[in-house]
């Protein structure tokens, strides 16, 4: 399948640049779909051309299509080192593969140390930091394994109870599986981990005028209109179709993006007044109704 991609890419790129234009992407598709339509074209392009140059590299094409497919790629060049070592460690968990079914059975097992088949909040919480701590334990850092581990754990703290309160509500099966994950959840628990975390980072970045998830000292957890104006450019490049969007806005768009996540509803969806800033639970509501609007692979994820 590579070598037929390479073929094809090279068969469009007719100047031998290694980039081709929108409109060359599009008769490509037409020739697959005839009936596909322009807004169809439109969502595709904006979720391949990752870094906004107007042109699409093979590289870019391959990593949509190894997202579509059993492995997800989650990193993107705006993360943080944080959050990209925080993908590293966690995306083989979520591969369809024998190679990550594998890997979350003992992942699972060591993550429910009970064995009674369900995992809390709690146990989740613990695990994550435990795996992080052997990942540099095994990998080798400057520092001491166990103060590295614990570092990208507390970065990332925030976004653990987001993830698991969206796995743990999608097998069903009594009240008892409803409040915990269960092994049937776990892959798409490891998903979400990592994508909020990566949400986490985007709207940490924005938080108090520019900090980072490491560094959260003027952070409240609550965005201003005066911070998404003064930060909103800085977040286009973490593989988020609604963040990517929002960053080719002038002010005044970008304004009304955030009247569109100042909802005034919870992680649940509950109303809770509408007010001035845009809580963490907003943020991260607005950034998936986006994915799941252009029918993304993080999107097809998240609306599972």
């Known amino acids: ?43 595709v392009w904006k979720k391949l051309d990752s870094d906004g140059s107007g042109k699409l590299s093979f590289d870019e094409l391959a ?30 968990l979520t591969y369809k593969t024998d190679e990550g079914r594998v890997a979350r059975g003992h992942a699972f097992a060591a993550c429910d140390p009970n064995g009674n088949g369900y995992v809390s909040l709690a ?9 992080l701590i052997t990942y540099f334990g095994q990998k080798g850092c400057d520092g001491d394994p166990k103060e590295e581990g614990t570092r990208i754990w507390k970065c990332f703290r925030a976004s653990y109870i987001r993830a698991h309160t969206d796995a743990k509500d999608i097998a069903g099966g009594g009240s ?23 949400m986490y980072d985007a709207f940490a970045l924005i938080d108090g005028g520019g900090g980072s998830v490491e560094d959260k000292s003027g952070d409240d957890r609550k965005m201003t209109l005066a911070e998404w104006k003064q930060g909103y450019k800085t ?56 994915e799941i609007d252009a029918g993304t692979p993080f999107g097809q994820a998240l609306g599972a």
């Open 235 to 290: 977040v286009a490049k973490h593989g988020f179709v609604g963040l990517s969007d929002a960053a080719k806005l002038d002010a005044a768009g970008a304004e009304e993006v955030f009247k569109k996540m100042n909802s005034g509803k919870d992680a649940e969806g509950k109303e809770y007044g509408n007010d001035s800033v845009v809580m963490l639970a907003e943020f991260c509501a607005y950034v998936e109704k986006c």
């Open 1 to 43: 399948m590579a070598a037929a991609l390479k073929a094809k890419f090279a068969e469009l790129d007719t100047d031998g640049s290694g980039t081709i234009s929108k409109d060359e992407f599009a008769k490509l598709l037409k020739k697959g779909n005839p009936k596909i339509d322009e807004k169809s074209i439109e969502t």
């Open 176 to 198: 008892r599986a409803d409040d915990y994950v269960t092994a049937k959840e776990f892959r798409l628990l490891c998903t979400y981990l990592i994508l909020y975390a990566a």
């Open 63 to 92: 990593n949509y299509l190894g997202n579509s497919g059993d492995k997800m790629e989650f990193k993107s060049p705006g993360m943080s080192p944080a959050c990209q070592t925080f993908c590293d460690v966690f995306k083989s």
């Open 123 to 131: 146990e989740v919480d613990g695990w994550i930091q435990k795996v």
